[in-house]
C-alpha cells in the first residue's frame, strides 16, 4: 500500500494526528469497529467538515469518542442504569445515547440539534493513544462516503477519500470487529437498542437489569446508523438466497455453499459469526471493486451476533433514497 496519507503508529505521527485536529483538519484512524473519521468534536467547522467530506445528512447525529467515563461525565449526565452499562461495556465496542449538560462544549452539530449525545470510549490502543494525546473528545463516524460500506482496513478509508479531504490516516491493519458499535439509550424502564453491534441483547439485558427493546428505523435518528438505507455498496443485495443467479456473486455462510461456478466469497467456512461481522464489510468491498451488479448473500441465523450482521445487511440492500424519490 503506498498512499501519501497514510501513517504508521508513532508518536511522531500521533503528535501530527492530534495538531491536525486541532487545526480543524480531519483524521482517520481505526477503532475496535471500523475505521472513524475524526474531528475536533468541540469545533463546530471542523465537525461541519466532517458532514460535507461524508455527503452526511446533518440530522443524523455523530458518535463522540472520549478515553474514559470521568471524560464522558464532562460532557453528558449518566443515569444509574447506564453508569452500570459504562462501567460493564467500556472500553469497548459499545455506544449510550445520553442527555447533554447545559454547559457542554461540544459542537450542537454532532448531535444534530438534539439535547442528546452518542458517546463512548474506544478499546483500540491507537484510538486510546490518539486521544490521549490530542486531549479532547473526537467525533468520528464512519471512514466512508454516507451510506457506503464501511471501511476495515487503511487502504479502504485512502480509496474513498483524497488527501486532501483526509490528510493523515493512521494505519492500524484491519479492524478485530468489523461492525460498529452497539448503541443503546435508557428509556424509562427499558433499554433501547438503536443499533445492533458485537454488545448483544442479552449481555445488555444481564447488566441493566431491564429489557431491551429493539428500534429498526428512525426517520429522526437520534444516533448513526438508523436510516433504512445505509452500509450500501454499488451493487444490489438479494438476501436469504441459495444460489446465485446468473450475473450475481454469491456472498456465503458456511460449509454447505452452492457450487455454480460464479464468483464466490465466503463471510465464515465454519459458520462462526463472529468471523463472519468481521469479514462482513471488507467482502462486500472486494465483491462490489469487481464491478459486480448484484450480489446474493446466503441467511445469516439470527442469533447472537447475528442480528448486527442480519441489521446491516437489510439497511445494505433496502431502496437507496434516490430510488423512492423517483
Same mark, same amino acid.
Given at each position: 500500500?503506498?498512499?501519501?496519507?497514510?501513517?504508521?503508529?508513532?508518536?511522531?505521527?500521533?503528535?501530527?494526528?492530534?495538531?491536525?485536529?486541532?487545526?480543524?483538519?480531519?483524521?482517520?484512524?481505526?477503532?475496535?469497529?471500523?475505521?472513524?473519521?475524526?474531528?475536533?468534536?468541540?469545533?463546530?467547522?471542523?465537525?461541519?467538515?466532517?458532514?460535507?467530506?461524508?455527503?452526511r445528512?446533518?440530522?443524523?447525529?455523530l458518535?463522540?469518542?472520549?478515553?474514559?467515563?470521568?471524560?464522558?461525565?464532562?460532557?453528558v449526565?449518566?443515569?444509574?442504569?447506564?453508569?452500570?452499562?459504562?462501567?460493564?461495556?467500556?472500553?469497548?465496542?459499545?455506544?449510550?445515547?445520553?442527555?447533554?449538560?447545559?454547559?457542554?462544549?461540544?459542537?450542537?452539530?454532532?448531535?444534530?440539534?438534539?439535547?442528546?449525545?452518542?458517546?463512548?470510549?474506544?478499546?483500540?490502543?491507537?484510538?486510546?493513544?490518539?486521544?490521549?494525546?490530542?486531549?479532547?473528545?473526537?467525533?468520528?463516524?464512519?471512514?466512508?462516503?454516507?451510506?457506503?460500506?464501511s471501511?476495515?482496513?487503511?487502504?479502504?478509508?485512502?480509496?474513498?477519500?483524497?488527501?486532501?479531504?483526509?490528510?493523515?490516516?493512521?494505519?492500524?491493519?484491519?479492524?478485530e470487529?468489523?461492525?460498529?458499535?452497539?448503541?443503546?439509550?435508557?428509556?424509562?424502564?427499558?433499554?433501547?437498542?438503536?443499533?445492533?453491534?458485537?454488545?448483544?441483547?442479552?449481555?445488555?439485558e444481564?447488566?441493566?437489569?431491564?429489557?431491551?427493546?429493539?428500534?429498526?428505523n428512525?426517520?429522526?435518528?437520534?444516533?448513526?446508523?438508523?436510516?433504512?438505507?445505509?452500509?450500501?455498496?454499488?451493487?444490489?443485495?438479494?438476501?436469504?438466497?441459495?444460489?446465485?443467479?446468473?450475473?450475481?456473486?454469491?456472498?456465503?455462510?458456511?460449509? +454447505? =455453499?452452492?457450487?455454480?461456478?460464479?464468483?464466490?466469497?465466503? @463471510?465464515?467456512? #465454519?459458520?462462526? &459469526?463472529?468471523? %463472519? !461481522? /468481521?469479514?462482513?464489510?471488507?467482502?462486500?468491498?472486494?465483491?462490489?471493486?469487481?464491478?459486480?451488479?448484484?450480489? +446474493? =448473500?446466503?441467511?445469516?441465523?439470527?442469533?447472537?451476533?447475528? @442480528?448486527?450482521? #442480519?441489521?446491516? &445487511?437489510?439497511? %445494505? !440492500? /433496502?431502496?437507496?433514497?434516490?430510488?423512492?424519490?423517483?
Amino acid at each position: 500500500m503506498n498512499y501519501k496519507n497514510v501513517f504508521s503508529a508513532n508518536s511522531v505521527n500521533y503528535t501530527l494526528a492530534a495538531k491536525y485536529l486541532r487545526q480543524g483538519k480531519l483524521v482517520s484512524f481505526p477503532t475496535e469497529t471500523v475505521y472513524g473519521l475524526g474531528a475536533d468534536a468541540c469545533n463546530g467547522e471542523a465537525v461541519a467538515t466532517i458532514f460535507a467530506t461524508k455527503n452526511r445528512p446533518n440530522f443524523n447525529p455523530l458518535i463522540v469518542h472520549v478515553p474514559d467515563l470521568e471524560t464522558a461525565e464532562n460532557y453528558v449526565f449518566l443515569d444509574e442504569t447506564s453508569r452500570r452499562l459504562a462501567e460493564k461495556f467500556w472500553p469497548g465496542p459499545f455506544t449510550l445515547v445520553l442527555p447533554r449538560k447545559e454547559d457542554c462544549p461540544l459542537s450542537p452539530l454532532v448531535s444534530a440539534g438534539l439535547d442528546t449525545v452518542a458517546i463512548r470510549v474506544p478499546r483500540h490502543h491507537m484510538a486510546r493513544e490518539l486521544l490521549q494525546t490530542f486531549g479532547g473528545a473526537i467525533a468520528a463516524p464512519s471512514a466512508n462516503k454516507s451510506g457506503r460500506v464501511s471501511p476495515t482496513t487503511a487502504e479502504h478509508v485512502a480509496r474513498e477519500f483524497t488527501p486532501e479531504e483526509v490528510p493523515l490516516i493512521l494505519d492500524g491493519g484491519p479492524c478485530e470487529e468489523g461492525l460498529e458499535s452497539t448503541i443503546v439509550q435508557v428509556s424509562g424502564q427499558e433499554v433501547l437498542l438503536l443499533r445492533p453491534g458485537t454488545v448483544t441483547p442479552r449481555e445488555i439485558e444481564l447488566v441493566a437489569g431491564l429489557p431491551v427493546r429493539l428500534v429498526k428505523n428512525a426517520d429522526n435518528p437520534v444516533a448513526p446508523g438508523q436510516l433504512k438505507s445505509h452500509y450500501a455498496p454499488r451493487a444490489r443485495l438479494r438476501l436469504n438466497a441459495t444460489h446465485a443467479e446468473p450475473g450475481e456473486a454469491l456472498l456465503a455462510f458456511g460449509r +454447505a =455453499v452452492p457450487k455454480d461456478g460464479v464468483i464466490t466469497r465466503n @463471510l465464515s467456512p #465454519n459458520g462462526s &459469526l463472529t468471523e %463472519a !461481522a /468481521a469479514s462482513l464489510f471488507s467482502l462486500m468491498r472486494e465483491l462490489d471493486e469487481l464491478g459486480i451488479a448484484r450480489i +446474493a =448473500v446466503m441467511p445469516i441465523p439470527m442469533q447472537g451476533l447475528g @442480528l448486527a450482521i #442480519n441489521d446491516r &445487511l437489510e439497511r %445494505a !440492500a /433496502a431502496p437507496r433514497p434516490d430510488e423512492e424519490e423517483a
